[in-house]
């Protein structure tokens, strides 16, 4: 079946370093892909997606690239802040009929002043 | 804030015991899942329904089971609860089959 893989956690970096968390899936159709993240205390957020091969999510600073050659969708951020730290979820969603969501384990991040 | 609302926010109950969850989707949102959250399991997909009818299931358990009301407000009731099932359980709703937005989550722990 499908599945996400995410590296495993935790990352902790000092303000301004750059940010990668690596995720790779299988899945047998043309899935959507996404990062969500979820703050200490509170639900999951959508951060980005990506729909298609080569597309490029991004929000807020943070960027993924949909690589159906690599079946990958790093996610990068050129400078973490502090308030960054937070469990980070990458996704995908074959869509159609059943669009549930099928989730990597989760990376935790944290960023030192 | 994403415009999910699921109550209570904690719930604190005992072996064998019963439960319900409540989630209201986003306006105009038609499909609500419902998905669980455990330290063991990661986020997993316990069930979707779309304007009204059962689409997927995803593992839910026998003792758990769903349903989503003419006003689309959705219920989840858990069952002959044991330990393991406590864990932080999310509602989501989407508009198409792609994006889902959350609700802040129920958080129930059975003692």
């Known amino acids: 079946g499908d599945s996400v893989t995410q590296m495993e956690g935790p990352v902790t970096l000092s303000e301004e370093a750059f940010l990668t968390i690596n995720c790779t899936y299988t899945?047998?159709?043309?899935?959507?892909l996404f990062w969500y993240v979820q703050y200490p205390g509170e639900g999951l957020q959508l951060l980005l997606k990506?729909?298609?091969?080569?597309d490029k999510g991004s929000n807020k600073g943070f960027e993924a690239t949909y690589r159906k050659e690599t079946t990958s969708f790093h996610l990068e951020k050129g400078s973490v802040q502090v308030s960054d730290s937070a469990v980070y979820f990458c996704?995908?969603?074959?869509?159609?009929?059943?669009?549930?969501?099928?989730f990597g384990k989760g990376t935790k991040l944290s960023v030192k002043p | 804030d994403s415009g999910v609302t699921q109550t209570p926010k904690h719930l604190i109950t005992a072996t064998g015991q019963r439960v319900t969850l409540r989630c209201s989707p986003r306006?105009?949102?038609?499909?609500v899942y419902w998905y669980q959250q455990s330290l063991d399991q990661g986020l997993q997909f316990l069930i979707q329904?779309?304007?009204?009818?059962?689409?997927a299931k995803g593992n839910i358990l026998e003792r758990f089971s769903a349903q989503q009301f003419p006003d689309l407000h959705s219920e989840l009731n858990l069952s002959s609860l044991e330990l393991g099932d406590s864990a932080l359980y999310f509602c989501?709703?989407?508009?198409?089959?792609?994006?889902?937005?959350f609700g802040p989550g129920t958080r129930l722990t059975v003692l």
């Open positions: 990506a729909t298609k091969a080569d």
């Open positions: 899945a047998t159709g043309y899935p959507s």
């Open positions: 996704a995908l969603s074959e869509g159609g009929s059943q669009g549930n969501l099928i």
């Open positions: 306006s105009g949102d038609l499909s």
């Open positions: 329904y779309y304007n009204g009818e059962e689409r």
């Open positions: 989501a709703s989407s508009l198409s089959s792609d994006t889902q937005y």
